[in-house]
């Protein structure tokens, strides 16, 4: 039978409860959202890094980074039992004769000259690695199971703390391993004693001291503003050769003037990624671009800096443009 007519205030009732009826059910049913507070643990551990990480917009050839060259330690190891979501972990005390194998992940720009769990300084482009139970600093050869590349690291950071994975790598060993761009990938980690890693090329072992002593010239004065602090990069192990690490006393750059003010954008172990960065802002400021080297602890650092600029209306200028293009946070110096 026909349905009657309905007149059009009911059907404008009708249509009202209809919309109140939906509103509620889609209320109802929207999930709960999670709380997005980091869980912190004890300090020089990050165990949020995967999730809050990236790979650097400058691309380096990687290729041209030596290996991590295994050197005995003569201080003392960081194999002190800790504490991280809830977890215990009781680090080994030798990793000469460690072997696992898992997945490997990486971490870059988000941790790129911090502190690491052992104090050193993390360099993206070094050949380092984070784990959770190796002693720190320490050893390893991983092999990427699927191509069979294999990068040597030093051990110098803890983590990670998600998931399955064994080992977090720097960005550069990822990509020498040939997953940076996948995130993740099936390796082998075997330790490594540096007595008979060096004794197979029929050399000694080098000793690297726990503070190594470097010429007392070797650094120009810096001033920094308040609240601002110099970046420096990787320890000399990250990127040393297979020869012993000779000092060398540091010379100031010929082509920097000799006072004024001055921006530090960016400071690098790698030459190319210093000159990538260099002729990028080249093209955008009209203040002078340069890069300033220095040695550190037997490293040698590449600083891209900006000036003199006169004026800091000039400064601010300067700063709020190399920010808005997303090439970095550049800090005021005074280079003598």
């Not at 769990?117 to 390893?140: C, R």
Request: aromatic content about 8%; overall charge positive; glycine content about 6%.
């Amino acid at each position: 039978m026909r349905a009657l007519p309905m007149n059009k205030p009911l059907k404008l009732m009708a249509f009202a409860a209809l919309a109140v009826l939906v509103a509620s059910c889609s209320t109802s049913r929207a999930p709960t959202q999670k709380s997005n507070t980091a869980v912190r643990a004890t300090p020089g551990l990050d165990i949020n890094r995967a999730h809050k990480d990236g790979a650097p917009w400058w691309d380096v050839d990687v290729s041209r980074i030596p290996d991590a060259t295994p050197t005995l330690h003569s201080g003392p190891y960081k194999a002190n039992p800790y504490t991280v979501l809830g977890k215990t972990y009781f680090p080994l005390q030798d990793s000469k004769t460690y072997v696992a194998s898992g997945t490997a992940s990486w971490y870059g720009t988000k941790f790129h000259g911090q502190n690491t769990a052992n104090g050193e300084v993390y360099d993206l482009y070094g050949m380092s690695a984070a784990h959770k139970t190796l002693p720190l600093p320490s050893y390893v050869r991983v092999t990427n199971l699927d191509n069979n590349k294999s990068v040597v690291l030093r051990v110098n950071d803890r983590g990670p703390f998600y998931s399955d994975r064994i080992i977090d790598l720097s960005y550069a060993a990822a990509k020498k391993l040939g997953y940076a761009e996948i995130g993740t990938a099936r390796v082998k980690v075997e330790g490594i004693d540096p007595q008979q890693w060096w004794a197979a090329k029929g050399r000694p072992a080098p000793l690297m001291l726990n503070e190594p002593q470097v010429a007392q010239n070797a650094a120009p004065t810096i001033t920094a503003s308040a609240g601002t602090v110099e970046q420096w990069t990787p320890p000399p192990q990250q990127h040393a050769t297979d020869t012993v690490p000779v000092q060398v006393a540091a010379k100031k750059n010929a082509s920097v003037p000799a006072s004024g003010q001055y921006l530090q954008v960016g400071a690098f172990a790698n030459p190319d990624a210093a000159e990538l960065l260099r002729s990028k802002l080249s093209g955008m400021v009209s203040a002078p671009v340069f890069i300033s080297s220095i040695v550190r602890n037997q490293q040698t650092l590449h600083r891209v800096r900006l000036g003199p600029i006169g004026s800091q209306g000039e400064i601010q200028q300067v700063q709020n443009s190399v920010r808005m293009a997303n090439l970095g946070s550049p800090s005021l110096v005074t280079a003598e």
